[in-house]
Each structure stands twice: as C-alpha cells, then as structure tokens.
C-alpha cells in the first residue's frame, strides 16, 4: 500500500527530543571522553535546535556557542544566534572571520573569478551563485548573478572553471568556521556538534573538512520539516521557527533551493522520503502536483547528487590496511 508521505513526517517531539539527548550523553561519556558540547550557532534553524539539543543533553552550563559572522553574513543572522544562546542561557563568543578570510584570499580568489564573467564588477556589488534547469526538469546548471551599486541586476551562465573557484573560495568560509570550533573544543575538552539535517547530508550540501567536519551530527537523520517541528517543541525564538533556510554564504540573499536543491526545502522532504520509500514517481507527482517527467527529473537529481557527493563522506583513504587503530565509528541503533 502507498504510504501518506506527508503523514510519514509527523514526529514524536518530546520522544525524539528525549532520544537524542541520551544518545548525545552516552557517546559524550563512552566514546569521545569529552565534558561538553561546542555548537557554532548560525542564525538559522539547523544549529538553533542543535543548540537546544545539546543544552538538553548536558546541561546549558557545559555547552560553548560560537557566533561567527564575515563580510557577506546577513547582520540578522547574528542577532538570531545571539538571541538563541541567551535564550537558551549558554556561554558563547561572537568572532568576525572576516579579517582571516581576507588574508587568505577568500574575498579576492572569489571577485577574480566573478570579473571574469563580469569585468565590471566591484566590491561594491553584489553576488550569489544560483541553479537553473532542475525545477523545470532539465539538466541542472549554474548561473552567476551580480548587483551593482544602483541595484541592476545581471546573470550569466557560469563555466566549470569559474564556477569551482568561486566555490573554492567561498568554501573557506565554512573551513575557517570549523578550526575555531575545534579550537574551543579542545580548549574546553569539549566535542563539536555539527548541524545538517538530513535533506544535508544525504545530498552532499555540506564542506568536507567545514560544516560536514563534527564529532556528532544529531539531526542527520531528521527531514528538514521535522527539525522545524523540534525547534517550535523546543519553544526557540519565533524569529527562528519562521526563518526561510538561506546560504548566508553570498553577499546577496539566497535560498537552499536556488542554490542547490531541485525544490523547497518542504517539497524537497517529501521527495527524498518518496525516494527512500521506494515509492514510484506517480506517487510523487501526484503528491506535489507536478509532472511524471519532472517527478523522474527529481528521482534521478537526488541519486546524481548522492553519487557525486560520496566522496565527501569519506575519510582519507589509506592505501593499504593499516592494523591497530579502531578507525570505525560507533554502531548506532
């Protein structure tokens, strides 16, 4: 029988609640050695829950909240992450990475590679990154899309070179982020939380070596929806639960889905548990009230994606066996 796709995501808060916050106690205590939880705190839904879970798990007095804006952050994602650590009572540390992504190149290698399509362009304007083609059911591609100081707006299909290094560049970002929070992490002899959500792990949406870098990923299993639902049983800032999911990453406003997605974050939850349900693309199609062709677009999208995104799963390979160290993550059940 068909399942109701939509009924499927309904969660148990105060059990799920519950469940990861033993879950996060027990690997604390029997499998890293560490006293507390560090969580770097966007702004955005993700890490706010994230954050809530672990001050459920151990207590507001042993987790660290980092606060890490830079050039491009929007200032209201600051003041929701902010608004969330007092909230929820932790101690936490606001850091401008600004300046050491400067010195890096971060801001250059990336405006080198926008001059190229744009020769015009100045630090003055604006930039994002946008995916065209697969909301119509078409092969995928990226559009580069810039703002000048008078607010025109400009887009041009980006190639493969300078689309990799604007990626490149802006993947700084999330590495800078990530060495902060395992410097306060072993500072404190604390572990790090890392914050994607399911629709972000299985889909590759995450740095290697950045935000895909933790010690326990507590909603990885959990659709995008679901944690939405947590974060209004966990009663976080209004401005929180009602927050639309963005990149924060360029210097112009940008969704999830304009940026990597087939769909919005809703639709997109729906389409990957079809997907994992083995549910056919008529279920799909009926269920979003889309086209067959456009339903098998999307199927075939989040198998392309997890295909060409494995990689950022894995750990450095070895090329030999190498005996003796327990290399192998916990079981969990």
Same mark, same amino acid.
């Given at each position: ?37 560090? +969580?770097?705190?966007?702004?955005? +839904?993700?890490? %706010? ?5 672990? $001050? ?6 042993? $987790?660290?909240?980092?606060?890490? #804006? ?44 926008? &001059?190229? +399509?744009?020769?015009?362009?100045? =630090? ?5 990154? +946008?995916?065209? !083609? ?11 899309? $810039?703002?000048? #100081?008078?607010? /025109? ?16 560049? =802006? *993947?700084?970002?999330? &590495? ?20 994607? *959500? ?5 889909? !590759?949406?995450? $740095?290697? *070596? @950045?935000? @895909? ?12 929806? /679901?944690?939405?639902?947590?974060? &209004? ?11 639309? #999911? ?8 940008? !969704? ?7 769909? #919005? ?29 456009? %339903? ?7 198998? =392309? ?10 750990? !450095?390979? %070895?090329?030999? =066996?190498?005996? @003796?160290? *327990? ?7």
């Amino acid at each position: 029988m068909s399942m109701n796709l939509t009924a499927a995501l309904k969660l148990d808060e105060a059990a799920e609640t519950a469940k990861i916050a033993e879950r996060l106690r027990e690997l604390l205590r029997s499998h890293l050695h560490r006293r507390g939880l560090v +969580v770097a705190i966007s702004g955005g +839904v993700d890490s %706010a829950v994230c954050a809530a879970l672990a $001050v459920q798990a151990v207590g507001s007095e042993r $987790v660290f909240g980092l606060l890490l #804006p830079e050039r491009d952050s929007a200032s209201e994602s600051t003041l929701r992450g902010r608004m969330v650590a007092e909230q929820l009572g932790i101690a936490y540390e606001k850091f401008d990475i600004a300046p050491v992504l400067d010195a890096l190149g971060c801001y250059r290698w990336r405006d080198e590679a926008i &001059r190229a +399509v744009f020769p015009s362009y100045t =630090t003055d304007w604006k930039n994002k990154i +946008v995916i065209a !083609g697969g909301q119509e059911g078409h092969f995928n591609y990226f559009k580069l899309v $810039v703002q000048s #100081p008078e607010g /025109q707006l400009f887009e041009e299909r980006l190639d493969s070179k300078n689309y990799l290094q604007i990626v490149a560049a =802006t *993947n700084f970002k999330q &590495r800078v982020r990530k060495t902060l929070e395992y410097f306060h992490a072993d500072r404190l002899n604390y572990a790090v939380i890392g914050t994607p *959500n399911r629709l972000e792990y299985d889909q !590759g949406f995450f $740095v290697k *070596n @950045g935000d @895909g870098s933790a010690d326990l990923k507590p909603i990885a299993h959990l659709y995008k929806t /679901q944690v939405y639902a947590l974060a &209004r049983y966990l009663e976080l800032p209004e401005d929180i639960c009602n927050a639309q #999911p963005t990149t924060d990453t360029y210097s112009m406003a940008q !969704g999830q889905d304009e940026f990597y997605f087939a769909l #919005p974050y809703d639709k997109m939850d729906i389409a990957l548990l079809a997907c994992n349900s083995g549910e056919p693309s008529t279920k799909l199609a009926e269920e979003l009230g889309i086209g067959l062709d456009q %339903a098998e677009f999307i199927y075939r999208d989040i198998e =392309t994606k997890r295909k060409t995104t494995a990689v950022l799963h894995w750990p !450095g390979i %070895a090329m030999e =066996t190498v005996i @003796g160290p *327990n290399t192998k993550p916990p079981i969990l059940y």
